[in-house]
């Protein structure tokens, strides 16, 4: 009898040490995953830093070659009203009537082309650069047209007058040409649609005919 609950008494024994330690297993498991999931969390937290870390560090070196470069930007603008204003004193002396013809009209236009010059590869000197507008087409990034003007030589939209100078700093736009653009007379405009017309017609019979 007493030999059985021994035996009972080992049995439960060994039972509970048998759970005890399954139980510790478990814990020791959950731990090392809750472990894991901490160190999976801090290893994303510092992914997500060192990226945002290195997004700083390119606008902060974006930001410090616009500087660099374009940090001139708004005096650069306000110093070709000098060229302007050279241009407008040309063309006003040039329409002098009490001048005209005369030598010393001659030397002073000189003077100033000289002075526009100067100013011309100054700009150069610091990537700023003129747009080369007439006979180009009209190109809304770096023209402004002001008005139309009747060409039935030219090709329609294309610049046929500068009336203000436009400048780039080097890639960016400093302000664009104020110029004029052709059109065709209302005759020429109706058989240039005619033609456009006619033109579309033939490359649709074309199109379908090759297919």
């Known amino acids: 009898m007493e030999k059985d609950q021994k035996k009972e008494f080992d049995e439960n024994q060994l039972n509970n040490n048998e759970h005890d330690l399954k139980k510790e297993i478990d814990q020791k498991t959950n731990n ?33 070659e616009d500087a660099f470069d374009y940090g001139g930007f708004s ?53 700023i650069e003129p747009i080369i507008s007439l006979n180009k087409k009209l190109d809304p990034n770096f023209h402004q047209a002001m008005l139309e003007i009747i060409d039935d030589q030219k090709e329609t939209g ?20 104020l110029v004029g653009v052709s059109k065709k007379s209302e ?10 017309e006619s033109d579309k017609n033939e490359q649709n019979q074309d199109k379908s005919t090759n297919k």
Do not use: W
């Open 75 to 127: 005096f650069a603008r306000e110093t070709l009203n000098l060229i302007d204003n050279l241009e407008r004193c040309k063309k006003s002396l040039e329409n002098d009537e009490s001048l005209k013809n005369s030598d010393a009209l001659q030397k002073i236009l000189n003077h100033l082309e000289i002075i526009n010059k100067d100013l011309i590869s100054i700009f150069k000197k610091n990537n």
């Open 32 to 64: 090392e995953e809750d472990s894991n999931e901490k160190i999976r969390e801090l290893e994303d937290k510092l992914t997500r830093n060192l990226a945002e870390m290195e997004n700083q560090r390119r606008r902060f070196e974006k930001e410090k």
């Open 187 to 196: 005759k020429n405009h109706k058989e240039e649609i005619k033609e456009n």
């Open 158 to 177: 294309t610049i046929i007058q500068e009336i203000q100078k436009g400048f780039m700093m080097k890639d960016r736009l400093l302000r664009p040409a």
